[in-house]
Every structure is written in C-alpha cells, then in structure tokens.
C-alpha cells in the first residue's frame, strides 16, 4: 500500500487601477499568482510552519510579523500556562512573572561569587609575592623549560661524576 499526499497554498490576486486613486499603477501588478506545493506525507509540524513561513513572505509578511503571530500561537490567553512554560524551557526563555526570581538567584550567586573570592584572596592572595622570579620564565614556553631543565640536570650530572673522579 502507498499512500502519497501533497499540500498546496495557493494566492490569486488582480489589481484594476482607479483612475484619479492617489495609488500609482507602476507600484502594483495586475495580476499576481503563486502556488506552492510540498509533498505532505512526512512533514513534521516544524517543516509545515517552514512552507506555511515561505507562503506569508511571498504574500508580502514580514518576516517579523510571521514570528510574532507563531509565539501569539503559543503564548496567548488561550493556552494554558503549563504549556507555555514548556515551551519556555525548550526555547530556554524567561516569562515576565519569573524575572523577579531570576534576578533574584542572580544576586545570590553573585553575593556567594563574592564571598569565594574574598575567601581566595584572605587565604592565597590575589598574585605570587616573588612575581619578578615568575616574569623571568614568562617568555619561555614549556617545552624551552624541560629543554633547560634536561641541560641543567646532565651539566649537573657530569660535575658531580667528575668530582667523584670517574670521568
């Protein structure tokens, strides 16, 4: 068994011209005609709003406007809160009545962020106190560092095997 299915939209639009209107003709086409056309069998409710999208825009939406009426689908005095608030959490968005309670969580954290770096800087300081000692090897990457390390303990090495006299 198959089963094939095709979805349509479909504008026809004529434009007579009024002579004395204050509208110039040059400014509209007399006859306008889009139809477009998807196979429906497997489109998803995302890929049906995408055509529907494509649809408004050539019959002159704006792209803003499109948006707009898509959340007025969601977030409307219609549609109950619980499913708003699932879609805000998909989405990651905050709805007006929240805003309080986020900004207050966000003053918590930021009070327990300032608490942790006053404690940091109590216990460890804020910088090395030698920092002259660490801006000497600032230039050097790590591995110039083994290189001269290797180099210091092998010269290292062969003064204390000469000292002994096995040379």
């Not at 094939?4 to 509208?23: I, M, N, P, R």
């Not at 709003?49 to 939406?61: D, T």
């Not at 499913?83 to 805000?88: I, L, Y």
């Not at 804020?126 to 600032?138: I, L, N, V, Y």
């Amino acid at each position: 068994m198959t089963y094939e299915a095709e979805v349509q939209f479909k504008f026809d639009a004529t434009y007579t011209h009024t002579y004395g209107s204050f509208l110039d003709a040059d400014d509209y086409i007399p006859e306008e005609h889009y139809k477009i056309t998807a196979p429906a069998a497997d489109l998803n409710a995302k890929q049906y709003f995408k055509l529907f999208e494509k649809f408004m825009l050539c019959v002159g939406m704006t792209p803003e406007s499109i948006r707009s009426a898509a959340m007025s689908l969601v977030f409307n005095d219609y549609t109950n809160e619980e499913e708003q608030r699932k879609v805000c959490k998909e989405y990651e968005l905050t709805m007006d009545e929240d805003l309080e309670k986020k900004y207050q969580d966000f003053k918590e954290r930021d009070a327990q962020w300032e608490k942790l770096n006053a404690h940091y800087e109590n216990n460890f300081g804020s910088e090395p106190k030698d920092w002259g000692r660490f801006q000497h090897f600032a230039k050097y990457t790590d591995d110039d560092l083994k290189k001269m390390r290797t180099m210091y303990d092998t010269l290292y090495s062969e003064d204390v095997d000469s000292a002994d006299g096995v040379a």
